[in-house]
């Protein structure tokens, strides 16, 4: 397995909190940016809220039973390639989220943010990327956690593919639920608050999502053009500063900027601020 390396001193504090519903959201999403951060020696904390045990057994038949303990080993040595602590947490049903009392899923999230203090937050846009009930149920417990416990200066971004990118994937790696159909989305340039260069962390991420080998199938789709155009750039858009008023938004200027730069432009008024 590919072995993290730290390129600078810890900063001890600084830390990125990282919100999703199943192992390998995480990976797909954000794991050349927690990488490339934890690289800097930012502390990288994960949350996982599912064990995936819904999950494709595609590779692995008659692994349903044990599917769950599988996913949860994956995602530890996900977190090792990436530089991750995956925090311990209350563990609810996979594909119940968005049945479950919204705040019987807020409470654990809050909990972890009025303990660690995140300087940021991320977690999925209001679309969930694929449309999937769980992951827009995660989008609105972290929020709603967000506002509810983290400190004035806090920043909460919503990680997102970017619908150029999406656009010219070859494979949509379209899915379903049930009677749900699932695919990718994105969001438009103007939306986007920061994009993270990850050419340096790319090969950390593909390395993370390929521990989660009982989903391997999932991602089988993408060809190596694919492969190549989501190795450039991770995209976020700032939904909130902690403190400020709750219906602003952060109109986006300087789309290559980094998650803490884009955070401090805002706190400065540099940034573009509409209600």
Known sequence: MLAFKRVSRPKENRTIMAVFAHPDDEAFLVGGTLAHYARQGINIDL????????????????????LARLRQSELEKCCKVLGARLLPTQIFPDGKLAEIGSERLVRPIEKLIKTRQPDIVLTFGPD????????????????RAFQKAA???????????AAYHVDRLSNRLDGSLGDLPLRLTGIETSQISAAIDIRHTSH?????????????????????????LLSHLEHFRLARIA??????????????????????????GYLEIAS
């Open 47 to 66: 949350v996982c809220l599912t064990r995936g045990e819904k999950g494709s057994t595609e590779k692995l038949p008659g692994a349903e039973k044990n």
């Open 128 to 143: 969930g990327l694929t449309g999937h009930p769980d992951h827009i149920a995660i989008h609105h417990a972290t929020t």
């Open 151 to 161: 400190q004035p200066g806090k920043a909460l971004f919503y990680a997102s593919l």
């Open 204 to 228: 950390l991420k593909w390395a993370a999502l390929n521990c989660h080998r009982t989903q391997s199938s999932n991602f089988a789709g993408l060809n190596q053009a694919d492969v190549l």
């Open 243 to 268: 403190g400020l008023h709750p219906g602003l938004t952060f109109a986006p200027r300087q789309v290559q900027a980094g998650l803490f730069e884009v955070l401090d432009l805002a706190k400065k």
